[in-house]
Each structure stands twice: as structure tokens, then as C-alpha cells.
């Protein structure tokens, strides 16, 4: 049922792709099987990078191929050379290429590391690379956590059905009144910037702060809900960043299965932490890197990744890159400490500096972006291009933050509190927000679904 539900849903948006997804899906497991049986042979890493070429390739092709042309045109422009391209293609993007392919070459990974064996059922490791879930934009699964649970005989739990039902309606939440409430008046400052103050520049990239939250982190929930409304349980993607405090610990809590893909299967492999420290910063910066482009094809997010790392490289010098992996803000008490609101207060300022890049659709206009900031650091009111009360926005995002604040020690159990009551009407209240802040004029699609 998995499998058929998993390809019906992807199918739908364009069928032809289906073709692209089986082709990931019938060479790892072919080259699971081939590894397995050539571990102790020279033969396992040419398979491995068999996996690696074609999954690579296959994501270049589709997602980098223009991007490449353009870059090599552009360079050659540089010393006043003019070439006319011929080579660049009217490609679709598949969504979610970037996601399945990650998972499948896990599979591939984790048997060549003697992690995992291969598994023999073709059927359940199709749905372990299709799941419909999180097929489209994660969280990106390992085939020891997903492909296990898969093959094993689950029946229905109704504390686990319930806790599914509660993380979709809070991805809801979040998608709908955060993110979609949001994107009008993030998409008119960026598309207007040159002609806004700096007051109103910096109010845009902060609420793309929350929009992107919002729509990521909310996908996630959803698709963990779903997920457990079929006995399965997914990773967590998000614990909370927003109450990082410091760079490094943001990358422990955005976007968990990616970091962790590229800390397994790239960064401890170049050799990690373990080698000398210039080796290990060289490391850091590849990583960052590649995670950019992994964002997409445009030289903003290698900038924004860029950016990180020069964000993480002291925090990691000083040894300060894992003094919060094991605990939140306000650990034993009920409000931060003034440190700590200063250092969440820090974190939050320069991760959303890098997302001027992340969001621009050009470095050129990234900088000018920035440089409108300091050229006319005024301050004006801005007004909602629908006609909308700012307030409104305002005060929704302080009751976000307050709320997500009282329940950041469990990213899974977003309605936790033990009195009934209380539960109801928060229900109730997330509900009617949903409600009222619905509006059909506004583009609904995920951020993450380009990537």
C-alpha cells in the first residue's frame, strides 16, 4: 500500500519522473547487494561511486546543468571574452531530487561503512526511497531507521495516531499562518528593497526568517505526522533553532538530517575533527559549501554557505561547537538567562543576515540589498500590500515565539500540557487561527519543494 500510495502521489505532479526515481531506486539496490558481497574487496568502493556518479550526476543533470554553463559564460565574460551559449536546456527540476537521491546513496554508504545489510525485498526498499511522507522534502532517512520499520509488522497505536494528528495540525499552524501569512510582505520588500528604508529591509528579511521556519519545520511536522499515522516514526528535522545559542548549535537543530547526512558521509570521511586544525577548517568550508549549492542552483546560497562557515569556523576553534548538543535554553529554569538572551539574540541577528543571500534571487542584488539598508537607514511604517493591519503579524509572531518557548524541550509533542482544558482551547485557538489568517490569494507551495 506504501508503494502504491508513495508513486500515485509523486506520479500526479508529473509522471514521467516516476522513471527517475525508479532508476535511483533499482541501482542502489542492486548496488547494496554488489557491496555486500565485495566488502572485503577493492570491488566495494567502485561500486560505492558507482552509486555516487550516477546519483550525483543524475542530480547535477537536472539541477546544476544550466547553472554551470551560465557560470562558465559569465567567467569568460570577465576577461572580455563574449561566447554565445547553444548549450543550455529547458530542464524541469523533479521535486524532491535532491531529497530521494541523498537517501537512496545513504543506503549504498551505510552497507560499504558495514552499518547496515542489504535487504532483499525490492518492494519495501522502493517504498523506503518513495516513502510519500517526506519523499518531496524530508526529513532525509536512513534505511536503518525508515527501511527497518517498513519491514516490520506494525499495527495501529492509538497514542501514536493521536500524537500523528497533533503534529500535522500544528505543521499547519505553522505553514498556513506563520509562512503563507508572512510571504506577501517579505515578497513585496525583497521585490521593491531599492525603494524601502532600512527600517522596512530589515523587517523583511527578519519575517523570512519566520516564513521559512514556518514553511520548513511545518512540512516536517506534517509529513512526521503522517508518518506516524502509519505506525512509522521519522527522524526529527527541527529542534527549535530559533533558540540557538550559538552558530553551531543552529546546525544541531535546522534542518537535522541534512547536517548529519553531510557530517556521515562527507565530513567524517575527508577525516572529521580528527585531523590537524587547518585540515579540519578546510573540511568545515567544503561542507558548508556543497550544502549551499545542495540549496540550490544559484551562487547566493554557495555565499550564504559561505557565510555559515565563517559563522562556525571560531565557534569550532574555541571548542565551542558541541557545548549545547545536549541541552536548551533555560535548561533547569523558567526564563533564560541575560546571557542567554543575548546569545540567542546574536545567533539569530546573523543567521538572518545570511538569508539576505539565501533569498535575493542574485548576489548582485543581495549586496544591494545590504547596501540599501546603510544608505538610507531610516525609519518608515510599513504597510501591508494586501491592506492588513501590521500589528496583527507582530503580535502573531510574539505568541509563536513565546509558545514554541514554553515547549522547546519536546519538538514532537507540540500540545503537551497536562490539563484538558487547556489542551482544548489551545486546539481550538490554533484552529481559528487557521481559519482566519486562510487566504486564497496567496501561493501556497513549499519553499523547500525547489530545492
Request: charged share 15%; with cysteine; net charge positive.
Amino acid at each position: 500500500m506504501i508503494i502504491t500510495a508513495s508513486y500515485v502521489f509523486y506520479g500526479w505532479w508529473d509522471w514521467r519522473f516516476l522513471f527517475l526515481i525508479l532508476f535511483s531506486t533499482l541501482l542502489d539496490f542492486f548496488v547494496g547487494q554488489q557491496i555486500f558481497k565485495n566488502l572485503e574487496t577493492k570491488k566495494a568502493r567502485y561500486w560505492l561511486w558507482l552509486s555516487v556518479i550516477c546519483n550525483v550526476g543524475l542530480l547535477g543533470f537536472f539541477k546544476y546543468f544550466n547553472f554551470f554553463i551560465d557560470s562558465f559564460i559569465e567567467m569568460f565574460s570577465l576577461f572580455g571574452y563574449e561566447i554565445k551559449s547553444t548549450w543550455t536546456l529547458r530542464i524541469i527540476l523533479p521535486v524532491g531530487i535532491s531529497f530521494y537521491t541523498f537517501q537512496t546513496m545513504s543506503y549504498s554508504f551505510d552497507i560499504y561503512y558495514k552499518k547496515l545489510k542489504p535487504t532483499n525485498n525490492f518492494i519495501s526498499f522502493a517504498a523506503f526511497v518513495a516513502f510519500f511522507p517526506q519523499l518531496v522534502a524530508g526529513p532525509i532517512e536512513r534505511a536503518s531507521n525508515l527501511l527497518r520499520q517498513i519491514n516490520s509488522n506494525r499495527t495501529f497505536n492509538y497514542n501514536q495516531a493521536s500524537g500523528g494528528l497533533k503534529l500535522i495540525l500544528w505543521g499547519f499552524f505553522k505553514k498556513l499562518v506563520i509562512a503563507d501569512s508572512l510571504a506577501p510582505i517579505v515578497d513585496d520588500i525583497f521585490a521593491n528593497y531599492a525603494s524601502y528604508p532600512a527600517s522596512t529591509l530589515i523587517l523583511g528579511v527578519c519575517l523570512f526568517s519566520f516564513q521559512v521556519y514556518g514553511d520548513f519545520s511545518g512540512y516536517t511536522d506534517i509529513a512526521i505526522g503522517t508518518a506516524k499515522l502509519f505506525g512509522i516514526e521519522l527522524m526529527s528535522n527541527f529542534k527549535f533553532p530559533n533558540f540557538s545559542r550559538n552558530i553551531a548549535e543552529y546546525w544541531q537543530r535546522w534542518h537535522i538530517s541534512l547536517s548529519t547526512w553531510f557530517r556521515h558521509y562527507l565530513y567524517i570521511p575527508m577525516g572529521g575533527s580528527r585531523v590537524s586544525k587547518l585540515k579540519s577548517v578546510r573540511n568545515i568550508i567544503v561542507i558548508f559549501l556543497v550544502s549551499g549549492l545542495w540549496h540550490g542552483a544559484n551562487w547566493t546560497f554557495v555565499f550564504w554557505g559561505a557565510i555559515h562557515a565563517t559563522l562556525y569556523i571560531p565557534v569550532f576553534l574555541m571548542g565551542r561547537n558541541r557545548i549545547y548538543a545536549h541541552n536548551v535554553i533555560a535548561e533547569n529554569s523558567w526564563l533564560p538567562s541575560v546571557k542567554e538572551i543575548l546569545q540567542v539574540t546574536l545567533t539569530f541577528v546573523l543567521v538572518t543576515f545570511s538569508r539576505i543571500f539565501f533569498r535575493s534571487p542574485s548576489i548582485t542584488d543581495a549586496f544591494a540589498y545590504i547596501k540599501q539598508i546603510s544608505a538610507d537607514f531610516n525609519y518608515e511604517s510599513y504597510v501591508h500590500p494586501m491592506g492588513y493591519r501590521m500589528l496583527d503579524f507582530y503580535v502573531l509572531i510574539g505568541i509563536f515565539v513565546c509558545y514554541e518557548y514554553i515547549i522547546r524541550k519536546d519538538e514532537r509533542n507540540p500540545f503537551n500540557s497536562k490539563y484538558l482544558f487547556v489542551r482544548l482551547l489551545i486546539y481550538a485557538l490554533v484552529i481559528l487561527s487557521i481559519l482566519l489568517f486562510y487566504d486564497d490569494g496567496v501561493n501556497r507551495s513549499f519553499i523547500y519543494f525547489q530545492f
